[in-house]
């Protein structure tokens, strides 16, 4: 089975009610499982601070904990935007080639079939493409990174 009819079958499985497929040939054996919706709240640990005299001194320095920081939620997406999600776990890639532009830059125009990225997965670079018509009014990736399965990449702002 080739990396084309395994994205379909995702393709399937997540406009589905199917909770898991298992398909197995001469190649191998691949099984897709629904992720379920899970929330997620976001809270920072708290973080020991000290404060320490200049070196001029031999005295000993008291240390003196800091107080705990405030839980942090995640914040949500504007109402009025749509994600491009990651269709794989791979490394997220901004540009083709460090010397050539990037797909898509906050304020850049897309289209259904525009490329956006590219993530590489098993050192095979896969060309993600919007889905949708818009402008991008956000990047949540940073160039390089490790992408997981479903994790939003960009923000779009439907025309």
Known sequence: MDLKQIHELIKI???SN????SIE???G???IKQKEEQVVTVAAA???VYNVAPQASTAPVAAQPAAP????AAAPAPSNTITI????IGTF?????PDKPSFAEVGTEVEPGKVVCIIEAMKLFNEIESEVSGRIVKVLVEDASPVEYDQPLFLVEPN
């Open 85 to 88: 999600k990651s269709p794989m």
């Open 18 to 21: 199917i909770g898991e497929i």
């Open 25 to 27: 040939d001469k190649d």
């Open 69 to 72: 920081a405030a839980p942090v």
């Open 29 to 31: 054996k691949v099984t």
């Open 13 to 15: 499985v997540n406009k």
């Open 46 to 48: 708290p973080q020991q």
């Open 93 to 97: 890639y901004r540009k083709s080639s």
